[in-house]
């Protein structure tokens, strides 16, 4: 995989944004595979609304993102209620989400499965003042979630396609949880994303507990909560239990 953008490529556009838009692409296109099937990604031909690139093969659909920079915690997106309801929407697609520095270098690379893409991490932002050439216009902003993130490149490093592949797999769960449970589920994974170490405890885990208080106000029993979550991970082969209080990521 090369990180580097084809420049020339981007010869002979004015605007900025169009032509970061042609050299991103291409660059997925001829880099990026799909991460439930392996086989390369496609360019849809024309602006489709709800997605980029596409997958040949097993028909998964993906909308790119890309900044030059560190995307950190939130990333911008589009016109508030329209992200909702495409969220919302059966044929919501994957993102994809490409960082690139000043020297036209991807230095990461990621993708988070429709399934992490819940209308909750989506926040909206303040309307346009009225001097703005879109008076009133409301965007929004997406609150990445950790445990959603799959690395293709990482701070300039490419992760193994073996090692991709299998990460999308151990997450295919989540596609058949209910809306209900999603919230708290996705929260505590995103606590279990925090922790550097494949091997960790119960212990580590309630250290999050005042974080996901305030995630969950109105209930009572954080760490039964907390428990539950862990089993079902459990029984989905997302982690395993070592012994009492401790666990391994698979
Ligand atoms: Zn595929």
Same mark, same amino acid.
Request: no cysteine; aromatic share 20%; glycine share 4%.
């Given at each position: 995989?090369?990180?580097?953008?084809?420049?020339a490529l981007g010869v002979g556009y004015s605007s900025n944004s169009q032509k970061i838009r042609v050299l991103s692409e291409t660059w997925t296109s001829k880099n990026i595979y799909c991460p439930a099937c392996g086989t390369r990604v496609k360019k849809?031909? /024309? /602006? $489709?609304p709800v997605a980029d690139f596409y997958c040949p093969k097993c028909t998964e659909e993906f909308e790119q993102k890309s900044k030059q920079?560190?995307?950190g915690q939130k990333v911008v997106a589009g016109q508030y209620t329209s992200m909702i309801e495409r969220l919302n929407s059966?044929? $919501?697609p994957n993102f994809f989400f490409l960082q690139y520095m000043k020297t036209m270098s991807v230095t990461?690379?990621?993708v988070v499965p429709k399934s992490f893409m819940t209308p909750e991490i989506i926040e909206k932002r303040k309307p346009l003042g009225e001097t703005a $050439?879109?008076?009133g216009w409301i965007g929004s902003t997406i609150i990445l979630p950790k445990s959603g993130q799959i690395f293709y490149v990482k701070n300039g490093i490419v992760a193994d396609k073996a090692n991709v592949l299998n990460e999308w797999q151990r997450r295919t769960f989540m596609a058949q949880v209910n809306k209900q449970s999603k919230g708290w589920l996705i929260d505590v994974m995103n606590c279990i994303s925090e922790i550097d170490k494949q091997e960790f405890s119960l212990k580590q885990i309630y250290g999050y507990e005042k974080i996901l208080q305030a995630l969950h106000p109105s209930n009572k029993h954080i760490r039964d909560?907390? $428990?539950q979550q862990l089993q079902f991970l459990r029984d989905k082969n997302y982690i395993?239990?070592?012994e009492r209080g401790k666990y391994r990521k698979l």
């Open positions: 995989m090369l990180l580097n953008f084809e420049t849809f031909e /024309n /602006n $489709r920079g560190t995307f059966e044929i $919501r990461d690379f990621f $050439r879109r008076a909560k907390i $428990r395993e239990f070592l």
